[in-house]
């Protein structure tokens, strides 16, 4: 253990006035001073920026500080950046805290003096866990040149073959038997009406012909171990039942198949057999048995398939598989799913078969559709001659849906009602709106372009939507005009809201990383991190973090694949040795740690008898050094040292925190004064 | 659950036929109802004011002698009631603060009370009476499946359009009775009973509430709107829970009459008549003849048909 800290720094930051409004700096770093326990003393108003930076280097040279608290915003966000100051200075790099006096006092409290009270002692504690902090070396670790994509949307089409560019491996998962995702499903893009499927399979057939991706389809990750540069997943490959490799994709199978169901990809709109190819494009192309729907995998009962197939593709045998792949980064893009329709019983989705939603629209305008771009109504088949759109469906309602706005149902609404118009001559959409959100370039322009095509905008909410002879009445305000509105419509097209892929929440937990509230993917910074995941090594793209359209989601995804190709382009990885600890003498091979390590990082020695730490996968939890009944592991950079002499520092009540409470520093203004003197004027007349 | 039954004014007074009807279809299911003892106002319209004491007292009160009397629960027919007690009950229960303020308050009211020998202890009351609808009693104590065994006309040849008006449902997140879009629980209580229930657009509008004094004109438009969607699905009866809402569509009609050509009368009725006559309770004991729009030739057309006697 080295020695303690004795020539210790403290810089406290104004933040702007983030801080500076509501904690009293001025007067901490009186009070700091006055006590004469610190080398430095130092406020200033951005301790972050370059001049900040100078300040608290030079304090480093010049008074050969051995220790440094900087008082400013979460070390999530800038301990990176003052470790480097530290380091450049000389000193190890690992003995700088940050007092974190932003998001856990001056944002969270008002300009009291027991605020400033609180940063003191948030400052205090800081001090004494420096005072006790040993020299720490980071550690070095190899990086696997392989990287996993999550999702086989356009997002990790776009992320794979970037990285495949590069000259790196890459192992693409996706769930569905085919990848696409849900741009293969939509008709024209806005604002160019270009065809979806036009841009988008050729960019599948790359992927899957690349010699660097390997696609698992209609598989999912099922566990996921290791860290940044050497993380060790494990994928399951649900069965088949048809080998990739012996399909010819000719179709002999449905054509005998007995079983008819809804299809998924058309949205029900069409049917499918239970051994089927979700569309005519898909990748692989390749037949899929559907074992839920299937007569029975038992040959007796059907075998149809089977006997039909001249490939002898089929094996009703087929069982799940692990695939094992090692890998240094990990691309989430799990993409979205559009919130149900039965949740919004104002729009009688339960009651009227055409009250569609926007995906089931795009389905039913696309040139690949069961209906070959006819736009025909589900309950009948009949052409609608009018269509009410229905924007904001289970957006923006923070009481009983979603509080957030879509984003891309303003532009796909507009084009669908072009669509439509072009279509159906004489047709006429509707349009009930909150607000037009055109932000995107084109996309102002394409909205004017729905105008000028004669869609009616209405701005207002729909309160209900009822069938009455024969139509479907939608009734709603009309906010501009200032009343109700109806309008009797043949169809009902609901943007509903977009929402995080309903695995998202299993996918997030077997990655350690964090969901929003909404449960879209957390980035580590909305503004300068967007797409790194707060967990390092993992990366984001596309509508797994939030809505997007897709070319935010194709820039994303290139984004991060940029990212990947940064890190695994190194030979090597530092780490922070933040991790356990095993002094051998003291363990006495209970092996209590073995069994508490969620990261599968404590790891037997048999000839030794000792539980010992391997840091490249240890996280720095602290699970086994509280766990450990002998105390031998402890925490690196939290000792229990360093926290019982935090633990004593934040109960202590300092003379200057007395003071403060107690307004006894309060400067007296020279205005009060004089307007005590006048108060007394009458006073002194009366004598 | 041991419950409470809470009438309410409206239902001694106005709604006579609410309450008689009430008590007489609990009976006819083979239960009973109590009246909690010495019942009070259920703060009406006080909970909208701003003073604080004012917009909870009423209802605590009233919950604290519910608890007292050794009760778990607390049903009300009149939708307003519900809407009040269960809100109240609502804050008592997550409002640290305005459960102290009221405790406080009704304790040294209590202490004050100097004529009232033995002076009885102020038990804190937090919220653990259930405040019920009976609807919601119905469904979830005496069962839906129970009751569709005790009727004994089934209804199937009236066509009924059920309304739920508004303070059944809203504020939703404080009720939680039904989705406030798509509620359900009338359809279903009305299809246990045999009705033919219409799947009624209007049903979750505005009946013209208050409206009915400040601006008769609007309100009579918004009960107009509501009568003729009924009509024009065909309805024979539009089935009510509330007393305002009754008010505003039956008495209105001979006024709707002389202002709109097209208007024809439909007669209302609350779900507990209907209930009560499903069960095979004679239409004398039902309080027909308080409707405005009499309601008996629309009923006696299940009795024909239902071979049932009176």
């Given at each position: 253990m080295s020695q303690p800290a004795q020539r210790i720094g403290l810089f406290i930051c104004h933040c702007g006035r983030n801080i500076a409004d509501t904690v009293d700096v001025e007067d901490l770093a009186r009070v700091f001073r006055e006590e004469g326990e610190l080398t430095v003393v130092e406020h200033y108003t951005y301790l972050c920026s370059d001049p900040g930076q100078n300040l608290i280097l030079n304090a480093i040279k010049s008074k050969r500080l051995d220790g440094v608290v900087i008082a400013s915003c979460s070390p999530i966000l800038h301990e990176e950046t003052f470790r480097a100051v530290a380091e450049a200075g000389g000193m190890n790099k690992y003995k700088v805290d940050i007092a974190n006096i932003r998001e856990q006092c001056s944002w969270v409290h008002d300009r009291t003096p027991e605020t400033t009270n609180k940063a003191e002692?948030?400052?205090?504690?800081?001090?004494?866990?420096?005072?006790?902090?040993?020299?720490?070396?980071?550690?070095?670790?190899?990086?696997?040149?392989?990287?996993?994509?999550?999702?086989?949307?356009?997002?990790?089409?776009?992320?794979?073959?970037?990285?495949?560019?590069?000259?790196?491996e890459v192992v693409l998962v996706e769930k569905n038997p085919s990848i696409g995702g849900h741009m293969a499903q939509l008709s024209e893009t806005f604002p160019t009406f270009d065809c979806s499927q036009c841009i988008l399979t050729p960019k599948m057939v790359e992927a899957s012909r690349n010699p660097l991706i390997s696609l698992y389809t209609y598989s999912e990750v099922e566990q996921v171990s290791?860290?940044?540069?050497?993380?060790?997943?494990?994928?399951?490959?649900?069965?088949?039942?048809?080998?990739?490799?012996?399909?010819?994709?000719?179709?002999?199978?449905?054509?005998?198949?007995?079983?008819?169901?809804?299809?998924?990809?058309?949205?029900?709109?069409?049917?499918?057999?239970?051994?089927?190819?979700?569309?005519?494009?898909?990748?692989?192309?390749?037949?899929?048995?559907d074992v839920d729907n299937c007569l029975g995998l038992f040959p007796l009962a059907c075998g149809k398939c089977r006997d039909a197939c001249g490939a002898k593709a089929i094996n009703y045998d087929m069982k799940p598989k692990i695939f094992e792949e090692h890998v240094g980064a990990i691309v989430v893009a799990t993409g979205f799913d559009l919130y149900p329709m039965n949740n919004l019983g104002e729009y009688g989705y339960d009651k009227i078969a055409d009250v569609i939603d926007g995906l089931y629209f795009e389905r039913l305008v696309s040139a690949s559709g069961p209906t070959l771009g006819v736009v025909r109504r589900p309950s009948d088949g009949k052409i609608p001659k009018e269509i009410v759109f229905i924007q904001c469906a289970g957006s923006r309602e923070p009481e009983r849906h979603k509080g957030y706005c879509s984003k891309i149902c303003c532009m796909y609404t507009a084009k669908q009602a072009m669509?439509?118009?072009?279509?159906?001559?004489?047709?006429?959409?509707?349009?009930?709106?909150?607000?037009?959100?055109a932000g995107g370039r084109d996309y102002e322009e394409f909205y004017r372009r729905a105008l000028d095509e004669g869609v009616i905008y209405i701005r207002g909410k729909v309160s209900k939507v009822y069938q009455e002879d024969g139509k479907i009445v939608v009734r709603g305000a009309d906010t501009l005009a200032g009343g109700p509105v109806e309008v009797k419509a043949d169809m009902v097209v609901l943007a509903t809201a977009m929402e995080p892929s309903r695995g998202i929440k299993d996918t997030a937990h077997k990655l350690g990383i964090q969901c929003t509230a909404d449960g879209w993917v957390r980035e580590i910074h909305p503004k300068l991190r967007p797409v790194e995941a707060v967990t390092p090594g993992i990366y984001l793209a596309g509508t797994a973090q939030g809505p997007k359209d897709i070319p935010e989601t194709v820039a994303q995804?290139?984004?991060?694949?940029?990212?990947?190709?940064?890190?695994?382009?190194?030979?090597?990885?530092?780490?922070?040795?933040?991790?356990?600890?095993?002094?051998?003498?003291?363990c006495v091979g209970c092996k209590m740690c073995l069994m508490q390590c969620p990261f599968s990082a404590r790891e037997w020695v048999e000839d030794r008898h000792v539980a010992v730490v391997n840091a490249v996968l240890c996280e720095g939890c602290g699970v086994c050094a509280a766990g450990c009944p002998s105390g031998a592991t402890t925490q690196a950079g939290f000792t229990n040292q360093q926290i019982y002499a935090q633990l004593a520092a934040l109960l202590y009540e300092s003379p200057g925190m007395i003071h403060r409470t107690l307004g006894i520093n309060d400067p007296i203004r020279p205005d009060e004064i004089a307007v005590n003197e006048t108060d007394t004027e009458p006073v002194k007349a009366l004598k | 659950m041991k419950v409470g039954y809470y009438p309410g004014c409206t239902l001694k007074g106005k709604a006579k036929s609410l309450d008689d009807t009430t008590m007489?279809?609990?009976?006819?299911?083979?239960?009973?109802?109590?009246?909690?003892?010495?019942?009070?106002?259920?703060?009406?319209?006080?909970?909208?004011?701003?003073?604080?004491?004012?917009?909870?007292?009423?209802?605590?009160?009233?919950?604290?002698?519910?608890?007292?009397?050794?009760?778990?629960?607390?049903?009300t027919t009149c939708p307003f009631c519900f809407s009040t007690l269960k809100r109240a009950n609502k804050s008592l229960r997550d409002d640290s603060l305005k459960r102290r303020r009221m405790n406080t308050y009704l304790a040294e009211d209590q202490r004050l009370r100097d004529y009232e020998i033995p002076k009885p202890a102020w038990e804190e009351y937090s919220g653990q009476v259930k405040v019920l609808h009976m609807l919601e009693w119905l469904r979830d104590e005496i069962g839906f499946e129970y009751i569709s065994r005790a009727v004994r006309r089934p209804l199937s040849d009236l066509r009924v359009a059920p309304f739920y008006g508004c303070q059944l449902l809203r504020p939703s997140e404080d009720l939680a009775l039904c989705d406030p879009e798509n509620p359900v629980i009338l359809e279903d209580f009305l299809r246990v009973i045999g009705a033919d229930t219409l799947d009624f657009p209007a049903r979750i509008d505005c009946c013209g509430s208050y409206l009915s004094i400040a601006k008769p004109s609007a309100a009579l438009r918004a009960s107009f709107r509501i009568l003729d969607a009924a009509r024009r699905l065909g309805a024979d009866a539009i089935i009510v829970t509330c007393p305002l809402c009754f008010y505003n569509l039956d008495s209105a009609q001979p006024r709707m009459l002389a202002e709109f050509a097209d208007f024809r009368t439909i007669p209302v009725l609350y779900f507990t008549q209907l209930l009560a006559f499903a069960l095979g309770s004679p239409m004398e004991l039902l309080g027909l003849d308080s409707h405005t729009v009499d309601p008996k030739p629309v009923l006696m057309k299940i009795k024909r048909t239902a071979g049932v006697e009176p």
């Open positions: 002692s948030i400052i205090r504690a800081s001090i004494a866990k420096v005072r006790h902090s040993q020299q720490l070396q980071p550690i070095k670790s190899p990086v696997v040149k392989r990287a996993l994509v999550i999702g086989a949307g356009v997002a990790g089409i776009q992320a794979a073959l970037d990285i495949a560019t590069a000259g790196i290791g860290s940044m540069g050497d993380f060790h997943v494990k994928i399951r490959e649900k069965p088949r039942y048809v080998y990739t490799d012996k399909c010819t994709s000719c179709g002999d199978c449905t054509r005998v198949c007995p079983v008819v169901v809804p299809s998924e990809f058309d949205m029900g709109l069409q049917s499918r057999k239970a051994i089927y190819i979700p569309f005519p494009q898909a990748v692989p192309a390749v037949y899929t048995l669509l439509y118009q072009r279509r159906v001559p004489g047709g006429q959409s509707y349009i009930f709106y909150i607000d037009v959100r995804a290139s984004g991060a694949a940029s990212k990947v190709i940064g890190l695994l382009s190194r030979s090597e990885i530092t780490k922070d040795p933040l991790v356990a600890v095993v002094e051998e003498e003291h | 007489l279809a609990v009976r006819l299911l083979g239960n009973e109802l109590v009246e909690i003892p010495d019942w009070t106002c259920c703060g009406a319209t006080t909970p909208l004011t701003e003073t604080k004491i004012a917009n909870l007292i009423a209802q605590t009160r009233l919950l604290a002698k519910t608890r007292d009397a050794g009760y778990e629960g607390l049903v």
